[in-house]
């Protein structure tokens, strides 16, 4: 079909474009029009010059005037200014990611005590694993002893006042011993993000080095505690996640049943809707309204966690929340925490649709709020579930639009599933690595942004990276637009060098693995640490880089600091509010190597940004002579 230009514009995905131009032709306003009215977008804003952190200012420091205000009222300058608002990003996103971590460990603490609304261990192999790493007794203990120990034990690493956090132990011991040379290896989790509003306070820490510093040790106890926290612990309580199979994009929506989507973060909520879901008097009261079934469906990264486990077809991703209640058919799109658009209540109110929050912590204008609590999970899902099923007889079949578009995929590849895939040992993929056939690793990430055509930078840097024989790990948003895009699937090898291509088909596997949700780039670190321990190096001299073609939330802002803290290249694809700060700028793209081994690039071009990795590959191949 053909659009206008600016529909086209818009997206490189076609079930996103008809709906796209669905919601035009309904007067209906998406991201992408807000963005639009947004334009020119503010350049101090954009230059990070910006300062509210006193009521002295506003401040804004005027790169473009020779004339215009060089400093803030209070005499600090645009790297102080750039630096302190970069902190104050990545002190929001760790303290995003940490505090659903504190949520998994509150419902597996829930759980453990016969508290958890439905709950029950599912990884008990998991749960005996992590017990050892935190020194608690397992033998002769039942799994609920055991998990309230772990429980607690996690629950004190977001108010430690002294560290270690555990799993920071996890780290290669090279990269360890640098962490604690800079003075970075962080205390407790909570700790590190009050430490950033303090410092950032007025007429507190001024040096935009001194800044840095503390960012990257806060970020350091998001990946490798608070995100890391969250991953482990779902496994435990929901299963670690294995090989399966599902479908992706709008398409999964059904004509003839009720959908429901589940949408934002965490994943006690989704289990407990797809549990729910299945429930016999669930779907017999599906039937007595006409449906012929319940769909779940998922947008964002609370559909990666069931998508991971359950094989639940997600929808879309992050764009395309607006787009998916534009279909019609949408029952009710439940959603949680993060990256959840104020906007759905206004789209929602155009159709049937019930937008439902669940969360004490976010509520939305045009929302139904039935609160979630995990001691009455199972019964709250039941609810939900039950509005939406009631919801069906509502919908007018005459607005319904769902687009054809979806995609096989194959998911689930928890680092246990790629060991396991690989025979039980690293030692397949280090021996294809060392002989070239797969050159290095990439771990592509991270959301969509208006800024960016929805999509572009993500499945051009995978077919480009796989193409030079790079294998990729993904999660959250870029996970779902590979899966749309059918590059996740074995047969996706095809797009692949030789050498990866050959790699893919002996194991069955394709050449971008599925790793979860943001959460879930934990995973790729734990997989780093291991090839580097295999290799005896440090996860700095490993061939593997990382990348957000497309980011836009706080969160990965603090992902890009934990994952360049740990030694790991990564290019952004949207440009970070910090190039009005020179000293700042200079010390993130260049200054960070010779202090953490890593440093970031930004480069929107996405074939561009895969030979900056390609090429960072084969530098670091060539120092490790292989
Ligand atoms: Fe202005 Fe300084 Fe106050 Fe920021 S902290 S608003 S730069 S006076
Ligand atoms: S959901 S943080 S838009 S990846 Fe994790 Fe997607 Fe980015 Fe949210």
């Not at 200012?57 to 205000?69: A, K």
């Not at 302190?84 to 597996?108: C, E, F, Q, V, Y």
């Not at 998991?126 to 050892?132: D, G, M, N, S, V």
């Not at 430490?195 to 970020?219: C, F, W, Y």
Request: glycine share 10%.
């Amino acid at each position: 079909m053909a659009y206008s230009e600016k529909i086209q514009s818009r997206s490189i995905d076609p079930a996103a474009l008809e709906m796209l131009a669905r919601a035009e032709e309904l007067g209906i306003e998406t991201a992408w029009d807000r963005y639009e009215a947004m334009l020119p977008q503010c350049g101090f804003g954009e230059l990070g010059v910006c300062c509210r952190n006193c009521n002295m200012g506003p401040c804004r420091i005027s790169p473009f005037e020779e004339e215009g205000p060089k400093k803030g009222i209070c005499g600090a300058t645009a790297d102080i200014i750039v630096a302190r608002n970069l902190l104050r990003m990545i002190a929001a996103g760790a303290a995003a990611h940490s505090d659903h971590g504190r949520d998994i460990a509150h419902t597996l603490l829930l759980t453990a005590e016969g508290k958890g609304g439905g709950y029950e261990i599912k990884d008990e192999a998991k749960l005996k694993a992590l017990a050892a790493e935190y020194g608690i007794e397992t033998e002769g203990r039942s799994k609920e002893e055991i998990a309230l120990d772990l429980a607690r034990a996690v629950y004190a690493e977001f108010g430690k006042q002294e560290g270690p956090i555990q799993f920071t132990r996890r780290a290669p011991q090279k990269r360890l011993a640098l962490w604690q040379s800079l003075g970075i290896d962080p205390r407790g989790i909570d700790r590190e993000i009050v430490e950033i509003m303090h410092r950032t306070h007025i007429g507190v820490d001024n040096d935009p080095v001194n800044l840095i510093l503390q960012g990257l040790k806060a970020s350091i106890a998001d990946g490798w505690g608070g995100s890391m926290i969250a991953t482990e612990l779902s496994d435990v309580l929901f299963g670690t996640p294995k090989p399966i199979k599902s479908e992706a994009n709008l398409g999964v929506l059904k004509e003839d049943q009720v959908n429901i989507i589940v949408h934002g973060h965490e994943p006690t909520l989704s289990e407990m809707i797809v549990a729910a879901a299945q429930d016999p008097e669930m779907l017999a009261l599906a039937e007595k309204y006409g449906a012929k079934g319940i769909n779940v469906a998922g947008i964002c990264c609370t559909g990666n966690e069931v998508l991971m486990r359950h094989g639940i077809p997600p929808a879309g991703n992050f764009l395309q929340q607006e787009l998916a209640i534009t279909t019609g058919a949408v029952e009710a799109m439940v959603v949680d925490v993060q990256c959840v658009f104020p906007a759905l209540g206004t789209v929602a109110g155009c159709f049937h649709t019930k937008l439902i929050s669940t969360s004490p912590k976010a509520k939305f204008p045009g929302a139904t709020h039935i609160e979630f609590h995990e001691e009455r999970a199972y019964e709250i899902a039941k609810e939900i579930v039950r509005t939406a099923v009631e919801n069906y007889r509502f919908r007018k079949p005459g607005q319904v639009r769902i687009p054809k578009e979806k995609s096989e995929c194959m998911v689930g590849f928890s680092v246990e599933a790629i060991v396991s895939a690989l025979g039980g040992t690293l030692d397949p993929l280090l021996e294809a690595v060392k002989s070239g056939a797969i050159k290095g690793i990439a771990g592509v990430v991270g959301c969509n942004n208006p800024k960016i055509q929805h999509d572009y930078g993500h499945i051009h840097m995978l077919k480009e990276l796989i193409k030079q024989d790079v294998l990729v790990v993904t999660t959250g948003c870029n996970a779902i637009a590979a899966a749309k895009a059918g590059l996740l699937l074995p047969e996706a090898a095809d797009l692949a060098g030789e050498g990866l291509k050959g790699v893919c088909k002996a194991l069955g596997i394709p050449p971008v693995l599925h790793m979860g949700s943001c959460v879930d780039i934990s995973r790729i670190l734990v997989a780093c640490a291991a090839i580097a321990n295999a290799l005896g190096v440090d996860i700095s001299d490993l061939p593997v880089a990382g990348a957000a073609p497309e980011w836009m939330s706080e969160k990965a802002v603090s992902i890009g600091a934990y994952v360049v803290s740990s030694g790991i290249f990564t290019v952004l694809g949207t440009v970070p509010p910090v190039l009005g700060g020179p000293e700042v700028t200079k010390l993130l793209t260049d200054g960070a190597e010779g202090v953490v081994g890593a440093k970031f690039a930004v480069e929107p071009d996405p074939f561009k940004a895969a030979q900056l990795i390609v090429n960072h590959i084969a530098e670091k191949r060539a120092a490790l002579g292989i």
